[in-house]
């Protein structure tokens, strides 16, 4: 489910632009920060080309953003700075085939003097088939920045609104300096949300206003025939809605649905079927009932990139009662389905992509590996990652694989992708390198000191919009630790304080989580960092909103205090 | 063929003696007292077993005599053959007489502003012309607790019967001081607070209740000893609860909430009563061995989860008889508490029986209020609340022949009964201009 | 011409049969029990053959053919599933209250099976519902039939496809709360509530002309007709004009009923339910005399000022002056002692038991279009049955098991006590509801009322 959480006190807090100062890459640059070469060679690493495909010992070469080889005997230019890639693996750039990183939805237009509820304009009630995802996407937004760490190198972006958002638009997740536009006018974005407060209100009404908005896109068009090739006729009423669907009605671009469970996709399905556009339904957590629908209908299927929470099921405690055991049974079973629909639908032979909106790119690998746990093969998650993804966007031609003549997207990682020990070491989007911290995981508990955490803590956070903070505390309790946090509270009253869980140490890293309530729903902030001595750097990530830095001192009255 | 039916018949004919009277304009009939031998029915005593061709003689608004050697000695002799008397029912839960039209805020008077308001008193707002208390005594449920709802004590709930002018002319004698145990459930589907919140808000409503039960107690216990202590009308109504003068009627539903309440009046010496108790069944044997009294219902209501055996309300009062639970059954309806009867018969027929449920309308309330020995059955020195109906009134089709509150004989009409009488055959009917 | 309108209804009707086809059937012979067939009189020590989801045969000593499966009903009561005209179980919207009239919005489009509140039903012996829109709108949206076949996913399964199509239609105090008090616009009275309805239809007729205009010049040679604007709203109201859609219209006080019937009248509507229609027993002639009846309330009343005028004899009167008559849930609640409900018109108005167990059964088949079908045990209907432990008419009486077209979907002693069909993986502890609403009539009007308390006051 999409909110306006931008309405949300919290959130608000982040105002585009700050980040917008434009970096042109012009011949000099005294920021320093322009790479002096846009070749690059990744010598003797394992490539995986393509999903399914054996690693094989290569050396790829890229250039301006294109493979320009892949082999084991290639050539490297000079102008390309070698990077040493013995022990690393490397594999086709991730794409993201419904994404709303980077896209700000635009502000609601005014209401006119003789706004009528039941009858409100096009634009105010959610329906803007001519907006586009371009117009509402920043590539500098930490989201993408989030994205791209996952290993996502293009990403199909649909706008941010109502029952018809606008069109969708593909972006490669390349540098700051560029549009980073590949294609324009992709998809149209919809979904059942109703507008609030006026018509349409709900699914129902969103039903009924998308046949209607379809049928008199038609007949619309009809009348404009008529109009342009005879003379005596009354001139048709030409509106930007209708212009918009056009492309939709005639079929020469899909309708992505947004659809989150089994009712939904039945839903888009029966509006399919009864007026005919292209489909494909995007970010479904439940579909375990609708495997065979899917398969029959032929659309197009994102799933989103995110299984369950499973604390539910760890949390289940071991000496219960008959009654309690039976639900703890129907939870654990609910849990293994929900995890194993991808398998299953791989099995069925439906061709998925994924979809990352409203899901956290930095759970994307833990959630594919509670999938392939679950029974997904590995090279159907990379089909899904990957080829999949372009088709599904049109693509193909141009990436999805590593080989010669496609886009340069990259990832690269430190061990095999799906493993629980590799990471992401480089991304490469667009012919340009992302390089990422490799982090030594230290074991716990074989004797090496963690570091001390418990205390009271001042911390600030830095958002676009300035930075806010507040008291971290942690305790230790027992082998564990619990504690709280208070925060500018974002009902704007004021500070709040929620308890911390997830507390987890390792080696000197802490990382934890809480959630915040703004306007009545619950939002989870992640939080990770370094500790040395009484001081913590790290970064506090939002759902769906990015990462930012956060930065904590200890206080030593902590323990005289009390 | 419109066939003017039995019912209307028999009240037309209960009616004939006063319809040359009713001929005048404006004349209406009243509830009457004097001395009535209710002759040769099988009466339903509760206490004392079932009298077969019995009757019971009533004077002064007391029970008279009950036996099958009963002389009419100057009373007005009501022919019972045929029929059935039982007690006449107790809702030990409702908001009758406090809100006329419930929407209409105007006509609701059973909550008041304020967390802590146990100084309202019920009694005094209840509108002893209400147009739903005929309505509900001519079903036989002829004595009704009215109770206030609203916040942590949000006032002091009455037994009343129903007939009078004044509220002093309907008090049966109890009053108890409600309050809402704090919930760890959800209010309903718009209530979207996070489980912790909910957790948060139940611990602080929790801390609330000790600190205002121990200024109670402080209160209690200076004023004994003679203090003269400012005037604070909230603490002076809940320190009745801790010198118990009044019980503490407990609204508590989910089980968990049911346990803590347990544990919360484990130390307090006071007087108890549990209400609601909807999940009740989860948890009886812990209220059994707690000695804590239940008034529960409506029975007619969905299970408090998802999960729940479609049965849980139907059977929960059952479930909490058998395992030695003292149960008391309530409508917790305003217009329609004169559903008492099909509630307790859902009760009887998933898992109480007839004679529990029987109970938990009459004797059973009757007992846990402290009125045992006046009200809840047909004894000889009761009260004079019965009922004669054509066979047993828990059934739909059962007629409710005859009402008696305090001894005063209830006119069987009331505006559901005129409508009726005015509209089964309309004049003009459809054909007139 | 004529024969191809023939063809037309034959193929029309294979259709129909085809979709009911699709659903799926069972056979089971009930023996011994009384069978009250509703219609056709009470038989003691009688079995009741379904097969294929058909009432083969009600008959003494019948046989099993092979493979059929025999109940024993000894002692125990058999009736026709029990229908409620006027529920909102199993739909994900109710209101779409964002218009006075939104003709256009399908129920069907939101059915949910999932919904335990089906499975809660079916343990009241209910096998069909009509799961409709709320009461914010003067034109509401169009209604779904159900049949409650519990234990499918697919909405197309629960929906009865052979019934016809219904609407729903409110008069008085919610639409004008809604859009009058609430949004500002008409109707803010009964006065505004009469003339949406005849601008609507008015509009209607025009819609109706252009069309058929343009369909006329189109087909002459050369035309350059252009096509009116669509408008879905428009064509159900044409349709409702040309008697394919039942109006069911929520509605308490006389004045309003009567107004309902005149506009009817005058719009030459006549496939016209009132719903709830507490003040019915006041225009009952009229009600007998031009509508399909009405579907009441046992005993509902005094919840808000349109019923403070009520009164318990309200199904007996309307029955009594000849008007269909059935009684409804119009609650999550209520659906499951439908039997119970319709007892109480022997407290209130000396029904006879088949008199009473027809406004749970025929009756509200007739209004919902659907009595050639279900409604009664009769030889050739659909297999859906309720067997009772005691009369279903005592208040002691216990549903033991529901059967739709021939298929078991309820048993007292066999099923399981937790019958969600869906789970939240992530749940730690099971929410538990105390004040569930069950009366949905207002459900999602919320955004329209500062306080969710507000809302609280003004089901039904």
């Not at chain 1, 690998?365 to 746990?373: N, T, V």
């Not at chain 2, 006119?411 to 009964?417: C, G």
Request: glycine share 8%; hydrophobic share 40%.
């Amino acid at each position: 489910m999409k909110k306006p959480l931008w309405k949300t006190g919290l959130l608000g807090l982040f105002a585009w632009g700050l980040f917008g100062s434009g970096t042109l890459f012009a011949q000099s640059d005294p920021t320093g920060q322009k790479p002096i070469t846009q070749t690059y060679a990744f010598t003797n690493a394992t490539v995986h080309a393509s999903p399914g495909s054996e690693g094989q010992k290569a050396t790829i070469v890229v250039k301006d953003g294109v493979i320009i080889s892949v082999g084991s005997g290639v050539t490297i230019p000079a102008a390309a700075k070698v990077i040493a890639g013995d022990s690393l693996y490397i594999y086709p750039g991730f794409i993201d085939a419904a994404s709303q990183a980077g896209i700000t939805k635009p502000e609601d237009p005014e209401r006119p003097s003789d706004f009528v509820s039941s009858n409100p304009p096009d634009e105010i009630a959610g329906i803007t088939p001519w907006r586009s995802a371009t117009d509402q996407f920043d590539i500098s937004s930490s989201q993408v920045d989030d994205l791209r760490k996952a290993g996502f190198t293009m990403a199909h972006v649909l706008p941010d609104g109502g029952m018809i958002a606008g069109k969708g638009a593909i972006m490669v997740l390349g540098t700051k300096g560029s549009t980073n536009l590949i294609k324009a006018n992709t998809a149209l974005a919809a979904s059942l949300n109703g507008s609030r407060g006026m018509y349409p209100g709900t699914t129902v009404g969103v039903m009924a206003k998308f046949r209607d908005v379809y049928k008199n896109t038609n007949l619309t068009q009809d009348r404009i025939a008529t109009f342009t090739s005879n003379s005596g006729v009354t001139r048709p009423e030409i509106n930007q809605t209708y212009s918009a669907m056009t492309e939709v009605v005639n079929g020469q671009i899909p309708v992505f649905f947004e659809v989150e469970n089994d009712l939904e996709v039945r839903r888009a399905i029966s509006l399919q079927k009864e007026l005919g556009f292209k489909l494909v339904v995007y970010g479904l957590e439940q579909y375990d009932e609708v495997i065979d629908l899917l398969k029959s209908s032929g659309v197009g299927v994102i799933l989103k990139l995110e299984t369950p929470d499973d604390k539910a099921i760890k949390s289940q405690k071991d000496d219960v009662d008959e009654a309690v055991q039976a639900q703890y049974d129907r939870v654990k079973e609910s849990y293994d389905r929900t995890i194993a629909q991808a398998g299953k639908l791989a099995e069925a032979g439906v061709a998925f992509a994924f979809s990352t909106i409203d899901a956290k790119p930095s759970d994307a690998m833990k959630s594919l590996r509670a999938m392939i746990e679950a029974g997904l093969t590995e090279s159907a998650a990379m089909a899904a990652l990957t080829t999949n993804a372009a088709s599904m966007i049109g693509m193909n031609r141009i990436a999805g694989t590593v080989e010669q003549g496609k886009i340069a997207n990259l990832v690269i990682t430190t061990g095999p992708i799906f493993s629980e020990d590799s990471q992401i070491k480089h991304v490469v989007a667009d012919g340009s390198i992302f390089d990422y911290e490799i982090k030594t995981k230290k074991k716990n508990g074989n004797g090496e000191a963690t570091v001390e955490v418990a205390g009271t803590w001042d911390y600030t956070s830095e958002t676009p919009a300035g930075s806010s903070g507040g008291k971290l505390t942690i305790e230790k309790d027992g082998d564990d630790y619990s504690g709280t946090i208070t925060y500018d509270d974002p009902s704007g009253n004021g500070t709040a304080t929620s308890p911390i869980s997830d507390v987890s140490i390792s080696g000197s890293q802490l990382s934890f989580s809480f959630e915040v309530s703004a306007g009545g729903m619950a939002i989870s902030v992640s939080v990770s960092g370094e500790i040395s001595g009484n001081s913590m750097d790290g970064s506090m990530n939002i759902a769906q909103f990015g990462s930012f830095p956060i930065s904590a001192t200890r206080n030593p009255n902590f323990i005289s205090n009390n | 063929m419109k066939r003017i039916n039995k019912t209307f018949l028999t009240f037309l004919i209960a009616l004939l003696p006063m319809m040359a009277m009713a001929q005048i304009d404006g004349e209406f009939i009243k509830p009457r007292t004097g001395k009535f031998l209710l002759q040769n029915a099988t009466v339903h005593t509760i206490t004392k077993g079932v009298l077969s061709g019995a009757s019971v003689l009533i004077e002064n608004g007391k029970i008279l005599q009950v036996g099958s050697n009963v002389s009419a000695d100057g009373a007005e002799v009501i022919d019972c053959s045929g029929m059935v008397i039982y007690p006449g029912m107790i809702d030990s839960g409702t908001t009758l007489g406090l809100a006329e039209v419930s929407s209409v805020a105007e006509t609701v008077d059973y909550q008041e502003i304020g967390n802590v308001t146990p100084n309202m008193q019920a009694l005094t707002a209840v509108n002893p012309n209400s147009e739903a208390i005929p309505v509900t005594r001519v079903s036989g449920v002829t004595t009704v607790i009215a109770k206030p709802s609203g916040g942590l004590f949000p006032g002091t709930a009455a037994l009343i019967n129903l007939v009078g002018y004044t509220p002093d002319q309907m008090y049966a004698g109890f009053k108890a001081v409600a309050m809402n145990f704090p919930s760890s459930a959800r209010r309903g589907r718009f209530d979207r607070r996070s489980d912790a919140d909910i957790k948060k808000d139940n611990e602080k409503a929790l801390k609330d209740a000790n600190e205002l039960m121990e200024k109670a107690k402080q209160y209690h216990e200076l004023s004994s000893k003679g203090a003269e202590l400012e005037y604070y009308p909230e603490i002076a109504q809940l320190a009745k609860v801790i010198s118990k003068e009044l019980p503490l009627m407990i609204e508590v539903n989910a089980a968990s909430d049911i346990q803590n309440a347990i544990k919360w009046v484990k130390d307090m010496d006071i007087r108890v009563i549990f209400s609601g108790v909807k999940e009740g069944w989860r948890v009886a044997d812990e209220i059994a061995e707690a000695g804590i009294p239940v008034i529960t219902g409506p029975v007619q209501d969905l299970p408090s989860r998802q999960s729940d055996r479609y049965d849980a309300a139907y059977t929960n009062a059952g479930k909490l008889a058998k395992a030695g639970v003292k149960v008391a059954l309530r409508t917790n309806e305003t217009e329609n508490v004169r559903n008492l009867p099909f509630h307790a018969a859902f009760a009887a027929a998933y898992g109480m029986g007839k004679e529990e449920a029987w109970k938990a309308v009459t004797i059973n309330p009757a007992e846990i209020f402290g009125l045992g020995d006046q009200l809840g059955s047909i004894e000889a020195g009761k009260v004079a609340n019965l009922i004669v109906a054509t066979e047993d009134p828990f059934e739909t089709r059962s007629q409710i022949m005859h009402v008696f509150i305090n001894g005063y004989r209830i006119p069987l009409s009331n505006r559901h009964i005129r409508l009726y009488q005015e509209f089964l055959e309309r004049s003009p009917d459809l054909n007139a201009n | 011409m004529k024969k191809i309108n023939i063809l037309l209804a034959l193929c029309l009707s294979l259709c129909l049969s085809f979709s009911w086809a699709q659903t799926p059937k069972g056979s089971v012979l009930i023996k011994n029990g009384t069978v009250l067939t509703v219609t056709n009189g009470t038989y003691e020590n009688t079995d009741v053959l379904i097969q294929d989801g058909v009432i083969k045969k009600i008959g003494k000593d019948l046989n099993a053919p092979s493979g059929v499966t025999t109940v024993d009903a000894t002692g125990k009561y058999v009736m026709p599933g029990i229908i409620d005209a006027h529920s909102h179980v199993a739909l994900d919207v109710v209101n779409e209250a964002t218009a006075p009239i939104v003709a256009e919005v399908r129920m069907k489009d939101v059915v949910n099976p999932y919904e335990i509140g089906i499975y809660r039903a079916l343990a009241g012996g209910v096998t069909i519902s009509h799961a409709m829109h709320g009461s914010a709108n003067v034109v509401g949206g169009q209604n779904a039939t159900l049949k409650h076949r519990w234990g499918s996913s697919n909405p197309e399964d629960i929906i009865m496809q052979d019934a016809p199509r219904t609407i729903k239609f409110a008069l008085g105090e919610n639409p004008t709360r809604v859009h009058g008090r609430g949004n500002g616009i008409q109707p803010r009275s009964r006065m505004g509530v009469e003339a949406i309805l005849r601008n609507g239809f008015n509009e209607a007729l025009q819609y109706k002309k252009a069309w058929e205009d343009f369909n006329k010049a189109k087909s002459q040679k050369g035309s350059t007709a252009v096509a009116p604007e669509y408008n879905e709203r428009l064509q159900t109201l044409v349709d409702i004009l040309d008697g394919k859609i039942i109006i069911h219209c929520h509605s308490y006080r006389a004045d309003e009923i009567y107004m309902l019937i005149n506009v009817a009248r005058d719009f030459g509507i006549d496939k016209l339910v009132f719903q709830h229609t507490n003040e019915g027993f006041k225009v009952a002639p009229e009600i007998a005399e031009y509508t399909m009846g009405a579907s009441v309330f046992a005993d509902w009343w005094a919840y808000k000022f349109e019923v403070y005028y009520s009164t318990a004899f309200n199904a007996a009167i309307l029955h009594r002056n000849g008007a269909i008559t059935s009684i409804n849930s119009d609650s999550a609640e209520l659906i499951r002692h439908l039997y119970h409900e319709a007892a109480k018109t022997q407290r209130y108005g000396n029904l006879s038991d088949d008199e009473a167990l027809s406004m749970i059964t025929i009756n509200p088949a007739r209004q919902l279009g659907i009595d050639d079908k279900v409604g009664s045990l009769e030889e050739g209907k659909h297999g859906d049955v309720a067997i009772f432990e005691g009369h279903p008419l005592s208040s002691y009486a216990i549903p033991q098991m529901t059967f739709v077209d021939g298929i078991k979907y309820f048993d007292i002693n066999e099923d399981q006590d937790d019958q969600r069909q869906q789970v939240s993986p992530t749940e730690t502890v099971e929410p538990i509801l105390l004040t569930e609403h069950n009366h949905r009539c207002m459900q999602d009007t919320e955004h329209l009322f500062e306080t969710a308390s507000a809302l609280f006051q003004m089901n039904q």
